[in-house]
């Protein structure tokens, strides 16, 4: 048979790498070894219909830190020699489910053996005719961009609160950073509110006009001022039953806020030019970025008003403080973006999860969905790396942590994760990673993990 096909090999083991090499050349493969250190090998113009062949069993996590790079430097489908429960590992599972098109127990057939390494080599072939081709164009709209999603303790109280607040008709003042999703949590709050069968409306107080927000508020009767040529029907009438979010609150103008707080204390309004008291059954959700309490002082923001806001409090998370969430919440966005890649990518690196990680977020969860998308859309590798992503790792805040923290950081991380590919099913993660529920149950109190934590879906990002 013609030596043409060639098989690119890797394993720790010489005993391991022997026998591969000598069941792999009597199938009529030509077999290229590939030595320590894997970071000096370079793969990107010899590989062309070639098949990589890895033996996971044995190889140190050195040698796994030195593969996944050369995986991605390489053209070539890749298929693993594993045993299941070397698959248990967090770091060996995700290589194999991200970067292998295929893996077989070490006691494979030969046959079998050849059929798989032939199989991905025609595969390969089929998705480089077709690279050109393979993005394909969303089929969601931005609204459905989002849900609130999360594993950490700081959110499985926000969803607690969201339920209780849900369930009064209290006004609520939400407050957080910008990009958190203060909106999202006000439309979790008004779907699980009595009001959920009517409308939901938003205005961002700091996006309009002075002299536009109380006509877009309260409305204006027909020649109230040059221009209004008919009656115009306010947002908050318009809301009437239902749930009304005002955004930024904080930069409502300050005679404004007067005919708000007048609204808040009769339930009625007064449209702009008319006389008419018009009763309006409407609940208030507040949100700011800012410090109203500050505001207050500085005589920026009405007291009354801001007790009268203020009866329910919530305040969202930023990102920085529930990082135990972002490789969730990233995995997420990768598969509700899934439309917008190429068939090719299927997933994150480890360098770009650690960036992540290490990352302030200062833009929060909006930042990292615009991170996300535009990495998926410009990364030509098959792993998102912290370049796509426009991360330096350089400039990455690094905390230097003691052994100890360390330990316990490195065990937080892969129960999160293990928690987090298993939809939280105690059961499963359990039997992923060699432990028994029990085991799981009192690591997750050690890390102060929720055991149900739950999505409050929503559909805009705030």
Request: with cysteine; aromatic share 4%.
């Amino acid at each position: 048979m013609e030596r043409e096909q060639r098989c690119w090999l890797v394993a720790e083991d010489a005993l391991d790498i022997n026998h591969l090499e000598a069941k792999v050349s009597a199938l009529g493969w030509d077999v290229q070894r590939l030595l320590a250190p894997l970071s000096d090998c370079c793969l990107e113009t010899e590989s062309d219909g070639g098949v990589g062949l890895v033996q996971l069993e044995g190889m140190s996590d050195a040698q796994l830190g030195q593969l996944e790079p050369l995986i991605l430097r390489s053209h070539c489908p890749w298929l693993a020699i594993a045993a299941s429960d070397t698959l248990r590992d967090a770091d060996r599972h995700r290589l194999v489910a991200t970067l292998c098109v295929g893996f077989m127990e070490p006691d494979v057939e030969v046959a079998e053996l050849d059929c798989l390494m032939r199989r991905a080599l025609a595969l390969s072939r089929l998705q480089q005719d077709g690279l050109r081709d393979d993005v394909a164009t969303d089929r969601r709209s931005d609204s459905d961009e989002s849900e609130m999603v999360g594993t950490t303790p700081a959110m499985w109280e926000l969803f607690q609160t969201i339920r209780k607040v849900a369930a009064v008709e209290a006004p609520v003042l939400i407050s957080g950073e910008s990009g958190t999703g203060k909106e999202l949590t006000a439309q979790a709050i008004h779907e699980r509110s009595p009001r959920a069968s009517a409308g939901f409306h938003a205005i961002n107080c700091g996006a309009l006009p002075d002299h536009l927000i109380q006509s877009e508020l309260f409305g204006h009767e027909k020649g109230a001022f040059t221009g209004a040529v008919h009656k115009k029907i306010g947002r908050i009438e318009a809301t009437d039953g239902g749930t009304l979010f005002l955004d930024e609150i904080g930069d409502l103008p300050l005679e404004l806020q007067v005919n708000l707080l007048r609204f808040l204390e009769t339930r009625c309004i007064q449209r702009v030019g008319g006389l008419e008291d018009i009763p309006v059954d409407v609940r208030i959700i507040a949100a700011t970025h800012v410090d109203l309490e500050k505001a207050v002082e500085e005589r920026r923001f009405r007291e009354d008003l801001y007790h009268r806001l203020n009866v329910l409090q919530i305040k969202v998370p930023p990102l920085r403080e529930r990082q135990e969430d972002i490789e969730i919440l990233a995995r997420y966005f990768f598969e509700r973006f899934a439309n917008e890649k190429s068939s090719r990518l299927k997933g994150f690196s480890r360098e770009a999860l650690l960036v992540m990680r290490q990352y302030p977020w200062p833009g929060n969860v909006r930042e990292l969905i615009n991170r996300i998308r535009r990495a998926m859309v410009m990364c030509e590798n098959r792993l998102i790396q912290p370049v796509d992503l426009g991360i330096d790792r350089r400039k990455a805040p690094r905390h230097l942590m003691t052994l100890d923290e360390a330990r316990d950081h490195a065990e937080r991380e892969v129960l999160v994760a293990a928690l987090g590919r298993n939809k939280h099913k105690v059961h499963q993660a359990a039997r992923e990673l060699g432990v028994s529920r029990v085991t799981i149950y009192r690591l997750m109190e050690k890390h102060g993990l929720a055991r149900s934590p739950t999505a409050a879906p929503a559909t805009d990002s705030d």
